[in-house]
């Protein structure tokens, strides 16, 4: 087993080989407009209706025909009568959203007036169509509003309810299996005090299922399985209806590392020893067409193998699109010292306008990863950065 690392696959290597083993899920669900932000389209949207489908004011004010106006200014005033219809020489007051008089072709806005009585003057000339929506000015028969595989946002939901929707189709989640492992681990539910030395709270599995609920898919959070290859082999068994399986632990060359064994044993491993810092047990792989992430057992390194596989991986099961993740330009308060031949997953702090590495942030100190502000990624062709230097810092999510 030692030699398995000997060579480590790059990140980009191991990236694309798992990425081309993933194929999106096309099932689809109808979901209420009222839960539908972040959940991905799975139909193109032609709209039935016009927004809005009647002439209406675009402001308060004062619905005339627009050449009874002519010359009006602060000062020049036009004097016109107010009643509850328009016609030459006689306005009707409208609110905002108020279907236009069908003789009006404008609205004088009302602080372009002064209203004494059933007289109205006017200080301010409109031209037709001035203050007035038309028929379909927003959305009009015919408008192609989203195709399939837009992420639906809140401003997107006003936008489908505008022309009569109550319900949306959308991709169904992915079911992500998130396994826990080890001998030394204990429930949470099963422990009211410090557990005995030797022993630990079971919290990786926790985490994981937070992250894989914060990028779009739907946690199964297993029970705690021991580390040996019956029961790891019976807990894939027990998932393989998911859409995804991560295994917490057992990825490195010990004695107990059954889990990539056993992968490989009912599937493909596809890469296992890649080239970050921390994170190299990570192990990548398949069983029949569901992928299969081995991550470290250290907390930190299991950040590194989530923002780095999991969740790209997540996105292409639920085909959620691709946007940039755009990093902060900060300079560095101190030197950054990386390891050469890896891509190093550095923690930092903000300190104004710079950021600052934290330092002693092992692989097994989780609560470095909360201390952190964010992160900046080393190339592994690059062996660290100097103080003053200008990088790029990732938010922690």
């Known amino acids: 087993m030692g030699r398995i690392f000997k060579e ?34 799975a139909e193109t949207v032609v709209s039935e209706r016009n927004v809005p489908h009647y002439r209406r004011a675009a402001m308060d004010g004062y619905a005339v025909q627009a050449s009874d106006t002519l010359g009006a200014s602060t000062t020049n005033s036009i004097f016109m009568k107010l009643s509850n219809y328009v016609e030459e020489g006689v306005t009707k007051w409208v609110h905002t959203g108020a279907v236009m008089p069908v003789e009006a072709d404008a609205v004088v806005v009302v602080e372009d007036t002064v209203t004494v009585g059933d007289t109205v003057e006017v200080r301010a000339q409109v031209y037709p169509n001035k203050n007035v929506a038309q028929v379909g000015e927003d959305i009009k028969v015919g408008d192609l509003l989203f195709e399939e595989g837009h992420l639906l946002r809140p401003c997107d939901a006003a936008v489908l309810a505008s ?37 630990v ?22 029970r705690i399985v021991p580390d040996d290859k019956e029961s790891i082999k019976k807990a894939i068994e027990e998932n393989l209806d998911a859409d995804m399986i991560l295994f917490s632990g057992g990825t490195s060359v010990g004695k107990r590392d059954y889990t990539t064994e056993v992968v490989a044993s009912m599937g493909k491993l596809l890469v296992h020893g890649i080239a970050v810092s921390p994170g190299k047990p990570t192990a990548l792989g398949t069983i029949g067409k569901i992928p299969v992430v081995c991550l470290p057992g250290y907390p930190v390194a299991e950040v590194v193998a989530l923002y780095l596989f999991v969740h790209p991986g997540i996105r292409r099961l639920a085909s959620i699109p691709d946007f940039p993740k755009l990093p902060l330009k900060k300079t560095l308060a101190t030197k950054i010292s990386s390891k050469i031949g890896y891509v190093n997953f550095i923690r930092v702090i903000f300190e104004g306008d710079r950021v600052r590495p934290l330092t002693g942030a092992k692989a097994g100190v989780l609560s470095s990863v909360s201390k952190a502000d964010g992160f900046v990624l080393v190339p592994q062709n690059v062996e660290g950065y100097e103080e003053g230097e200008e990088v790029d810092v990732f938010l922690i999510e």
């Open 8 to 41: 480590q696959t790059s990140v980009d290597e191991a990236l694309k080989l798992f990425l081309e083993n993933i194929s999106p899920l096309r099932k689809t669900e109808e979901i209420s407009l009222e839960v539908c932000i972040d959940r991905i389209l």
């Open 163 to 199: 022309i009569g929707f109550e319900r949306v189709k959308v991709f169904r989640k992915p079911i992500v299996a998130v396994i826990p492992t080890g001998n030394e681990l204990v429930s949470r539910e099963k422990v009211e005090d410090i557990p005995p030395s030797g022993m």
């Open 201 to 222: 709270l079971e919290t990786n599995g926790l985490m994981v299922s937070l992250y894989v609920e914060k990028w779009g898919g739907i946690p199964r959070y297993t």
